[in-house]
T-cell receptor
Framework: DAKTTQPPSMDCAEGRAANLPCNHSTISGNEYVYWYRQIHSQGPQYIIH???NNETNEMASLIITEDRKSSTLILPHATLRDTAVYYCIVRIHNAGNMLTFGGGTRLMVKP | EAQVTQNPRYLITVTGKKLTVTCSQNMNHEYMSWYRQDPGLGLRQIYY???????DKGDVPEGYKVSRKEKRNFPLILESPSPNQTSLYFC????????????FGPGTRLTVT
């Protein structure tokens, strides 16, 4: 699996966009980029995933660079409830070990 | 409400005393799995099941057993728990192995003394 690098922590003002970067320079052509988040030891929550194209859903947008070596998760209007650890995972989509979380980015949304 | 439930949520036990952590989902998902989460090690898969009576090992299966007799349930069994199995455990499910989005349970915090 491609290794990912994320900043350990970030702050964001409430109501502003939160942009969370992820580097995955060794990603291979059939590996997807997944984003999950975890709020204080609760079960991880799926946010979004993508392969090559940018993706948007009701929670967030995922911007993947053209060379696919990095991506950015965008929470368009962060709220206090978005305070969590965000994990960027890169792996092929198969039946086996779907997810291995690394360190993630601890996002603190401040009033 | 669509959800994955786990029981118990918290458990303190002693070495060698068999225990079972239950997991149930009400979404008719084919695929279920168990993870453990440890500080500094992230989330690691223990076992997974692609459907009833179909199970396979994940990254860290040693010391654990699972069964999938019904589609909705996927219990995790520790036959002889040891202190190194002290961890936060999550059950997860998804429609099938072809689907990306996983739903996680609330977690079970297990302490083995």
């Amino acid at each position: 699996d491609a290794k990912t690098t994320q900043p350990p922590s970030m702050d964001c003002a409430e109501g502003r966009a939160a942009n969370l970067p992820c580097n995955h320079s060794t990603i291979s052509g059939n590996e997807y980029v997944y984003w999950y988040r975890q709020i204080h030891s609760q079960g991880p929550q799926y946010i979004i995933h993508g392969l090559k194209n940018n993706e948007t859903n009701e929670m967030a947008s995922l911007i993947i660079t053209e060379d696919r070596k990095s991506s950015t998760l965008i929470l368009p209007h962060a709220t206090l409830r978005d305070t969590a650890v965000y994990y960027c995972i890169v792996r092929i989509h198969n039946a086996g070990n779907m997810l291995t979380f690394g360190g993630g980015t601890r996002l603190m949304v401040k009033p | 409400e669509a959800q994955v439930t786990q029981n118990p949520r918290y458990l303190i036990t002693v070495t060698g005393k068999k225990l079972t952590v239950t997991c149930s989902q009400n979404m008719n998902h084919e695929y279920m799995s168990w993870y453990r989460q440890d500080p500094g090690l992230g989330l690691r898969q223990i076992y997974y099941s692609m459907n009833v009576e179909v199970t396979d090992k994940g990254d860290v299966p040693e010391g654990y057993k699972v069964s999938r007799k019904e589609k909705r349930n996927f219990p995790l069994i520790l036959e002889s728990p040891s202190p190194n199995q002290t961890s936060l455990y999550f059950c997860a499910s998804r429609w099938s192995d072809r689907v990306h989005e996983q739903y996680f349970g609330p977690g079970t915090r297990l302490t083995v003394t």
